[in-house]
């Protein structure tokens, strides 16, 4: 498989450009709007070198099928803007495939010179197109379709926040309900994550009378890695304590650390550890 890439800059809003692109060290060959031929062009060019160089999505979302073919293109749909198309065109290589879920790092494919033929395509490079798929075209060579400018549009990171999931369950009588959040502060490498959790056990003992049991933890973490589609987190030794029926518990509390990949899977929810579904907080 190919090697990972650089996680983009953690800030909350951003724009593409080289380094979004896990491009480093390439540059814009063509702009937004250039007029070729009278008609202006779509996206930016970025070069690649004179040779295949992998890239990466810049953002979270879902791969599309593309609006064209012939063109190399692979789409994805952004979680947090789904009235946009990402388009990158002229991939040599394709490393995901439609309905895959994608992280701003996860390799899409490779840059290349995928055209019609004549088309006139000026050498290996990614062509990045943003189309706004909920307005009327302004250009009438566009096709009835509309184009932003990619590194004017405005990348917003919907991982950063905190995230939550409730469970409940009887097991063997006992009464459980398990509640845990998880506060993402960034997606690069060390950035700080953090966490709490806590579950409530209900039982009744032989006589009859009723038990509530609590137990609460708390934790600090960070991110380790970056897996193809997913964040690996490690989680240090936290602070916990436990209850009966509001006193002291005479049972131990253990509080280890641990590592675990969080995913996000959809616009509100994301997947960490062996738990159903966490959702955002508002």
């Not at 450009?17 to 060290?25: E, F, H």
């Not at 999505?57 to 952004?78: K, M």
Request: aromatic share 8%.
């Amino acid at each position: 498989s190919p090697p990972r890439s650089l996680s983009p800059a953690s800030a909350t809003e951003t724009h593409f450009g080289v380094d979004m692109l896990g491009l480093s060290g390439e540059r814009v060959t063509d702009v937004f709007g250039t007029l070729r031929d009278g008609c202006p062009h779509k996206g930016v060019d970025y070069s690649s070198s004179q040779r295949p160089k992998d890239f990466v999505a810049g953002v979270y979302g879902t791969v599309v099928e593309p609006e064209e073919s012939g063109w190399g293109t692979i789409a994805v749909v952004p979680f947090a803007n789904p009235q946009y198309k990402i388009q990158y065109l002229h991939a040599s290589a394709r490393y995901v495939s439609v309905g895959d879920v994608v992280q701003p790092w996860t390799l899409l494919g490779a840059t290349g010179d995928v055209a019609p033929p004549g088309s006139g395509i000026t050498g290996i490079h990614l062509h990045l197109q943003i189309q706004d798929v909920a307005s009327p075209s302004t250009q009438p060579c566009w096709a009835g379709r509309e184009f932003v400018d990619p590194e004017r549009w405005t990348i917003t990171n919907p991982l950063i926040g905190t995230w939550h999931v409730n469970e409940s369950a009887v097991v063997k009588g006992v009464t459980i309900e398990r509640t845990k959040s998880i506060t993402i502060f960034g997606d690069e490498i060390n950035s700080r994550v953090t966490g709490r959790s806590k579950v409530v056990a209900v039982y009744p003992s032989p006589s009859g009378k009723l038990y509530t049991a609590v137990e609460n933890y708390e934790w600090n973490g960070r991110v380790v890695s970056h897996q193809k589609h997913a964040l690996v987190i490690e989680t240090f030794k936290g602070t916990c304590n436990n209850t009966v029926n509001g006193a002291p518990s005479p049972w131990q509390c253990v509080a280890k650390p641990g590592v675990g990949e969080l995913t996000m899977t959809s616009a509100t929810t994301v997947t960490f550890g062996d738990l159903s579904p966490w959702r955002k907080v508002p």
